[in-house]
């Protein structure tokens, strides 16, 4: 706490853990604690500056709750120093871990579950006065979480902007913990989406990424848009330069998204579309309700209608019961499908979970050696697609000097493309045109035009 005129002014810091929902629930937490007085610390400041300290968490993978738990060792030492400090864990491994994680380390004041965020000023104020503990998770199975309309957001980033536009899953793929610690799936009002958008580009974001566990399921709760509908809404705001989303259903997607996507101004020509894994036997053992067949007729689709476009996807290897013919079968379909990128994931088991009690559970050394086999082919093709573009000239939205050298820039495509360049007088939030002279495997390099 510092003493600024008089007043006393107290700081929040989020630690921020797993997806991009995890940062739009933090931008959203940090909002409603403002109306109670408390500022957002930058992600460098030091944990020591905060009188209100949260980590959100993530609990889709061990090595997120692994590095959870070893924060809350670290934040112990700081909290004996300043036993004022307000401690609290929020997000999927406070929903899932509840009052297990105060028995586990008591310096915690308050761990607050996904469909309780709302309540975080009350949380927070109710300790400042009892100075107890807090657990706050019930989540009904059956009944979905409201939606909070009436908070606002205190946005971290500068020029692309975070907005769900639903919450929950109903999928329930045999990995996946996401729809028992969020729920089931609901869908924002399509005027409130909208609405947030235009919040957004009044402030002078250029870019928004609609986010939902599934956003090619928006609207089937309330019927009031589709998501296909949803984007042209989006499209049409004033002042938007380019709209994206994520994640991508391949059950979900359809032919009226891609039609959104060829015919919008501001619609980006790239999908994340995370196949998981390329053989049939795994993608049932998975509950990912499509085959590989019909996931190639949705790319067929997908290229046909957006020749242009970006494709990137999420890859599961060491899954329950995957043989040296699923894998096969797995370098078989990369080759074929040819991925822009792809995120690369080695199994790891989560409680609570169908696949953690699988039988056939395969052995650590092979999934490392079938991981790196994998990415060995993805890389090659990322390469080669890249090379594809030498000599182009691509639209670059300039975000600022790169983190090795201050007078090489970076910036994004409109098909999420990484592009370093020669900078000479433009600003953050520009857009400029690049000729791409030395593709590499992950970034474009070129020089303005």
């Not at 919008?264 to 795994?282: A, D, K, R």
């Not at 476009?309 to 890859?315: G, I, K, N, Q, R």
Request: net charge negative; hydrophobic share 40%; with cysteine.
């Amino acid at each position: 706490m510092k003493i600024i005129n008089g007043k006393a002014q107290r700081y929040v810091k989020f630690l921020v853990y797993g997806c991009q929902m995890n940062v739009a629930d933090a931008e959203r937490m940090a909002g409603q604690l403002a109306d109670i007085g408390y500022e957002r610390l930058a992600d460098d400041a030091p944990m020591e500056d905060a009188d209100l300290l949260i980590i959100n968490t993530c609990a889709v993978r061990e090595t997120a709750e692994d590095k959870v738990y070893g924060k809350i060792g670290e934040i112990k030492n700081i909290k004996r120093k300043n036993p004022q400090l307000i401690f609290g864990i929020t997000g999927c491994m406070a929903q899932k871990e509840s009052d297990k994680l105060i028995k586990r380390a008591p310096h915690i004041d308050f761990v607050l579950g996904t469909g309780k965020v709302h309540e975080l000023n009350a949380v927070v104020q109710e300790i400042e006065r009892e100075h107890g503990h807090v657990v706050n998770t019930e989540l009904d199975a059956k009944t979905a979480p409201a939606i909070a309309e009436d908070h606002r957001v205190a946005r971290d980033g500068k020029l692309s902007a975070w907005i769900p536009i639903m919450y929950g899953c109903n999928n329930f793929c045999t990995y996946c913990i996401v729809p028992y610690v969020r729920g089931r799936e609901r869908s924002r009002r399509p005027e409130d989406v909208v609405k947030e958008v235009e919040q957004a580009v009044a402030q002078g974001y250029k870019e928004v990424t609609l986010l939902g566990q599934n956003v090619n399921s928006y609207g089937k709760d309330h019927k009031l848009a589709t998501f296909a509908e949803l984007l042209k809404m989006v499209d049409k705001v004033e002042g938007i330069k380019r709209v994206r989303f994520m994640t991508s259903h391949p059950k979900d997607l359809s032919d009226e998204v891609i039609e959104a996507i060829a015919t919008g101004e501001h619609l980006c020509e790239h999908i994340h579309l995370p196949v998981q894994y390329g053989s049939n036997h795994l993608l049932k053992v998975m509950n990912r309700v499509y085959t590989v067949e019909s996931y190639k007729e949705l790319v067929r689709k997908i290229r046909a209608r957006l020749p242009q476009a970006s494709l990137t996807t999420d890859l599961i290897v060491g899954f329950p019961g995957e043989t040296e013919d699923d894998f096969a079968q797995m370098l078989d379909f990369l080759k074929e499908i040819r991925y822009d990128s792809a995120y690369t994931f080695i199994y790891s088991k989560r409680s609570g979970t169908p696949a953690a009690t699988m039988d056939n559970q395969v052995a650590d050394d092979v999934k490392k050696e079938r991981l790196n086999a994998l990415m060995a082919v993805q890389n090659q093709i990322s390469l080669e697609k890249n090379q594809a573009l030498l000599d182009s000239v691509m639209e670059v939205m300039v975000e600022g000097p790169s983190k090795n050298d201050e007078s090489v820039w970076t910036g994004h495509t409109r098909t999420n493309k990484i592009v370093l360049f020669n900078h000479q007088d433009e600003q953050p939030g520009d857009f400029v045109n690049v000729k791409i002279t030395h593709p590499q495997t992950w970034v474009l390099k070129g020089i303005r035009v």
